[in-house]
């Protein structure tokens, strides 16, 4: 089993209607992050929580809103979504002894 | 701010070629370096890392080195297959409070028989 698990890996969905991607995570690791990518831009931050307690906003919040529901869960919701979210969305965590990241599988998301 | 920059491409090799991806860096402090490769519908797996200047990571053929003058970490690989065909990230994660990663905008790697 993948050691960080985002569901669902496709969705389509209706301009205006509320989606939510969730995230969960076997590594035992505080910090959870959730990256959006688009085609020649890279990975971009849009929350990152480093415990349960602890969210913080990214580079490209608006839009978007997070949950921490435990230490291993962690959601990503948009509101009321709009084309321009379409993009490739990806967990990752990090946190013990190592330096790196480790990523789930990505969820494609279109909006039309 | 932290930021990496390297070549977009797309990069177009034969097999058994020599491959150079540059990648540098600006950043404060001490960074930890990365590189991350995508495989087609895949999520980004961690290639090799560097946590020091002059640290050389290394993995499947793969070679990078830390180089603190230069602010650079440029990936290399001796003889390509068609199999590393795939999009290359070059990443940082800074040393400061915060300690987030900052991602390039990422290399396309092809690789013809």
């Known amino acids: 089993d993948a050691d960080v698990t985002q569901t669902p890996r496709n969705r389509i969905t209706k301009t205006g209607k509320r989606i939510m991607l969730e995230c969960s995570q076997t590594?035992?690791?505080?910090?959870m992050y959730w990256y959006r990518q688009d085609p020649g831009l890279g990975l971009r931050l849009i929350y990152y929580?480093?415990?349960?307690?602890?969210?913080n906003k990214g580079e490209i919040s608006d839009g978007y809103s997070v949950s921490r529901q435990a230490q291993a869960k962690f959601s990503l919701s948009l509101e009321s979504a709009i084309p321009n979210q379409t993009a490739l969305y990806f967990c990752?965590?990090?946190?013990?002894?190592?330096?790196?990241?480790?990523f789930g599988q990505g969820t494609r998301l279109t909006v039309v | 701010g932290n930021s990496v920059t390297q070549m977009e491409g797309p990069v177009t090799l034969s097999e058994e070629a020599f491959l150079t991806i540059n990648c540098t860096y600006t950043?404060?402090?001490?960074?930890?370096l990365f590189w991350y490769v995508q495989y087609p519908g895949e999520g980004l797996q961690l290639l090799l890392k560097?946590?020091?200047?002059?640290d050389k990571g290394s993995n499947k053929g793969f070679e990078a080195t830390y180089r603190k003058e230069t602010t650079s970490f440029h990936l290399e690989k001796g003889s390509v297959q068609v199999s590393d065909s795939a999009v290359y990230f070059c990443?940082?994660?800074?040393?400061?409070?915060?300690?987030?990663?900052?991602f390039g905008p990422g290399t396309r790697l092809s690789v013809l028989p």
């Open positions: 990443a940082l994660r800074s040393d400061n409070y915060g300690q987030n990663f900052v």
């Open positions: 990752a965590t990090s946190g013990g002894t190592a330096p790196e990241a480790f």
């Open positions: 950043a404060t402090g001490y960074p930890s």
């Open positions: 590594k035992g690791h505080d910090r």
């Open positions: 929580s480093f415990d349960v307690k602890d969210i």
């Open positions: 560097a946590t020091k200047a002059d």
